[in-house]
Structures are given as structure tokens and as C-alpha cells.
């Protein structure tokens, strides 16, 4: 995620285990853009979706606010080429501490959002 050419690379990082855990990870190039409580009102909004049981709902949402950040600092071009994949990584470690088969299949949505730039 750090070898983008614009350095604006952003990874959702959730831990979905006993101690449910959300980041979002986003390269240098946003530092001097977003502020750090804009990235923390998502992750609070996505955890307050996932306390509901709103797995699904709460993912989509996550990934259309980040994407529309991601747009507003750095709009398509014409040129533009998607430098990082698009899917979702789930440690298969990680699986038997899973116990909401709804929170990895929203996760598993992910897969099919498509790139940010549109």
C-alpha cells in the first residue's frame, strides 16, 4: 500500500476475533489532508453498525466515505491506473475466532466494490 505513484494508498483494517478492533490505514500522501478524526468517525461509526448486528451496512458505508475522501483529494484522471487490489485479505488463522459468519460475509463484499476511482 506504501508504493502507490500519488503515496495515497488507504487500507481497512478490522479484527473481527474476541476483541473487535477497526483502522484505517492511509498513506503519507493524506497526512496533510484528513485530519486523523475523520478517519476515527469512521471507524466509530463502523463499530456502532457492527454493536447493532449491521455488518453489512456498516462495511458498505465505511468503504463509500473512505472512497469519497480518497475522490476528493486525489480525482480521477484519464491516465489513472489502479496500482493496489481491490479484495479483501482474511487470515484463514483468524477463522475459528470468527463467530459472525454475517460480519465475514460483509467483509467478503469488499471484493466486489471495484476501485475507488470510478
Excluded at 30 to 45: N, Y
Excluded at 59 to 74: E, K, M, N, P, W
Aim: proline letters at 3%; one cysteine or more.
Amino acid at each position: 500500500m506504501w508504493d502507490t505513484a500519488e503515496n495515497n494508498g488507504v487500507l481497512l483494517y478490522v479484527i473481527l476475533a474476541e476483541q473487535k478492533k477497526i483502522e484505517i490505514v492511509a498513506d503519507r500522501s493524506f497526512a496533510d489532508r484528513v485530519m486523523t478524526v475523520d478517519w476515527q468517525r469512521i471507524c466509530v461509526e463502523m463499530e456502532e453498525a457492527f454493536a447493532k448486528g449491521s455488518y453489512e451496512v456498516g462495511t458498505l458505508a465505511a468503504l463509500d466515505r473512505i472512497s469519497a475522501i480518497a475522490r476528493l483529494h486525489f480525482p480521477a484522471r484519464g491516465d489513472d491506473q489502479n496500482e493496489l487490489p481491490n479484495t479483501t485479505a482474511l487470515l484463514r488463522t483468524a477463522l475459528p475466532l470468527i463467530k459472525n459468519r454475517s460480519a465475514m460475509a460483509a467483509l467478503s463484499l469488499t471484493r466486489q466494490r471495484g476501485p475507488i476511482h470510478k
